[in-house]
């Protein structure tokens, strides 16, 4: 790209396109689709794939946790195609937010795990594999779902730093500080040592 500095209308436009392609909730639609019911009424309530395994089907999980990712990484490489660094940094974000905040279920989305890992795979497939690592060893060892995401993106700025992608330390932090915000229900558990565990149907 010539330009290193995207204008002003770009970056809306890029901010809305990440925001809709984020927003699409593949949980909820499968679900129903699958006939496996309403989400809301599941286990946590919430839209993700985690939640989604509660149902009882692997399918649907995998399917979802996928789709969830891969709506993020396709916001972060059609913005690369054709804009700045600026506009692919802010099309992640908004990606990042519209699953999290979807207009189409009055703002309550999912926790952005999937979410989080489809931006950084797309965005720098180094970094991506480091957090999918990450939240695979403490998954394993802590069998907690939410402890994972929050110890994988606690570390993803460290990623960013020691794998040469210090230009996006600051994406690094903003997606890090919403996971926490949207997993602060799952902190209060963890110390309360009431978290359910993965593969828990309630």
Request: hydrophobic content about 55%; charged content about 15%.
């Amino acid at each position: 790209m010539p330009d290193l500095i995207s204008s002003a209308p770009i970056l809306l436009i890029w901010a809305a396109i990440g925001y809709l392609l984020g927003s699409i909730p593949f949980g909820m639609v499968l679900a129903r689709v699958m006939g496996l019911g309403n989400l809301r009424e599941i286990g946590s309530g919430n839209i993700g794939a985690t939640n989604v395994l509660r149902t009882g089907s692997k399918k649907a999980a995998a399917l979802t946790l996928l789709l969830d990712g891969g709506k993020a990484s396709v916001a972060v490489l059609l913005a690369r195609a054709f804009t700045p660094e600026d506009a692919v940094q802010l099309a992640a974000l908004a990606a990042f937010i519209g699953h999290c905040f979807p207009v189409w279920l009055r703002f309550r989305g999912g926790k952005g795990v999937a979410t989080f890992l489809g931006v950084w795979l797309a965005y720098a497939w180094p970094i991506g594999l480091a957090c999918c690592a990450t939240w695979l060893v403490f998954a394993y060892l802590k069998r907690m779902s939410s402890m994972a995401a929050l110890m994988m993106a606690s570390l993803s700025s460290f990623w960013v730093m020691a794998l040469g992608y210090p230009q996006s330390i600051l994406l690094a932090m903003a997606l890090t500080l919403l996971i926490f915000w949207r997993h602060r229900e799952n902190i209060s558990r963890i110390r309360a040592g009431t978290e359910s565990k993965i593969g828990d149907k309630s």
